[in-house]
């Protein structure tokens, strides 16, 4: 169904939107009018099984930008002085995100990296520039644009074939690259990506089921600026499921693109979200306990901020060739375009 159209049926009858993923049906809304809101006891458009709760519109607002500003405030992430960056991609995620924050009073301007994956990136691209325009128009907000053809001569699945590496982490790394790049070359104070409770959990689950704990001490949703030249990184969406943001998105008619890249499909997160949400439907909160709990022993084990600046600290210095931190001489964003121009030639 279109986002535009769920508007209008929102107010009526009981209905289910699919919302599909490839072939995993991952995310199944029921919006039952027959519930009445937890708050309000007017009609609600939606129930929270794992908050034992139902919201109507309003309430349902309400809550997502709630559990924002504690996200915020708990992991100290930004005050409102700060200048953020938005990383958006042109998904439910990212744009709800620029949303929330600017309804929540926050200077936030937003980042946008046009990747090169034919239709899948002009639609994508597409959504953007129109929320970007109501943005502007309501609170001023900027919209950076990085296009990687023009900076690589290519797009990322050539880029990729020409330097023989799998799409996606060759993705990965130029886009954490530009995220980073632009939020300091930009003086951001912080810069912010969409990855949602969702994300988190399933990320948990890899790293765990391959005992890759370099990455658990990573997995926090508040990242320091710990070296000169690392932008501060954070994720305001950690406490808020990817049906959650979908439904907030949906329901205040914000036009994202539905469709995952195309490069993701069998991916390893793909399967890891559709066993946690297996999971979740037998037994609400799974997600919640899985990956809050690990913040909590985290928070009480170690990194805090001074322990992981420290760190850092000690294994970061200054690229060769671009002066973005790294743990080698050169950087591997640096590395895989001198590759990239050596096969070329
Ligand atoms: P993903 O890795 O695709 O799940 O995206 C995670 C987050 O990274 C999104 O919520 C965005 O904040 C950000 N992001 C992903 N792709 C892009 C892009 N092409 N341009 C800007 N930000 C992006
Ligand atoms: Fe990077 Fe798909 S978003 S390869
Ligand atoms: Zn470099």
Redesign the pocket.
């Known amino acids: 169904m279109l986002n535009g159209e769920l508007g209008n049926s929102l107010l009526h009858s009981t209905f289910i939107i699919q919302h599909s993923s490839f072939n995993i049906h991952h995310s199944t809304f029921i919006i039952d009018s027959k519930m009445n809101c937890t708050k309000c006891k007017t009609k609600a458009v939606i129930g929270l099984p794992r908050h034992n709760a139902a919201f109507c519109k309003g309430c349902f607002n309400g809550f997502v930008h709630d559990q924002v500003a504690r996200a915020i405030k708990s992991e100290k992430m930004f005050g409102k002085d700060d200048r953020i960056l ?4 042109g ?1 439910k ?2 744009l709800a ?1 620029w949303d929330i924050l600017l309804k929540l009073g926050y200077r936030a301007d937003a ?5 090169g994956i034919g239709a899948y990136s002009e639609q ?1 691209h597409a959504k953007v520039l129109k929320f970007a325009e109501a943005a502007a128009a309501s609170h001023r907000a900027k919209l950076h644009l990085h296009t990687v053809e023009q900076e690589a001569g290519a797009g990322i699945k050539e880029l990729a074939q020409l330097i023989h590496r799998p799409t996606c982490s060759t993705c990965g790394t130029i ?1 954490r690259y530009q ?1 980073n790049r632009v939020a300091i070359e930009q003086h951001y104070d912080v810069m912010a ?3 949602n409770l969702d ?1 988190e959990a399933a990320r948990l689950l890899g790293n765990v089921l391959h005992w890759q704990e370099e990455y658990l001490d990573k997995q926090g949703p508040s990242l320091p600026a710990s070296v000169e030249g690392f932008a501060k990184k954070v994720k305001p969406l950690y406490r808020l499921s990817e049906r959650e943001l979908a439904a907030y998105a949906v329901l205040n008619r914000i036009d994202y693109i539905v469709e995952e ?1 195309p490069m993701a499909k069998g991916s390893k997160m793909l399967q890891y979200k559709e066993v946690l949400n297996r999971l979740e439907t037998e037994s609400p909160g799974t997600k919640q306990t899985f990956y809050w709990g690990f913040l909590e022993k985290q928070r009480k084990k170690q990194p805090t901020a001074t322990t992981m600046t420290e760190k850092d600290r000690a294994v970061l210095h200054p690229c060769a060739s671009c002066s973005q931190p790294t743990t080698a001489e050169v950087c591997s964003y640096c590395k895989m375009m001198a590759r990239a121009k050596t096969h070329a030639s």
């Open positions: 938005v990383a958006v991609s998904g995620d990212s995100l980042l946008y990296v046009h990747l994508s886009k995220f990506t969409g990855h994300d890249c």
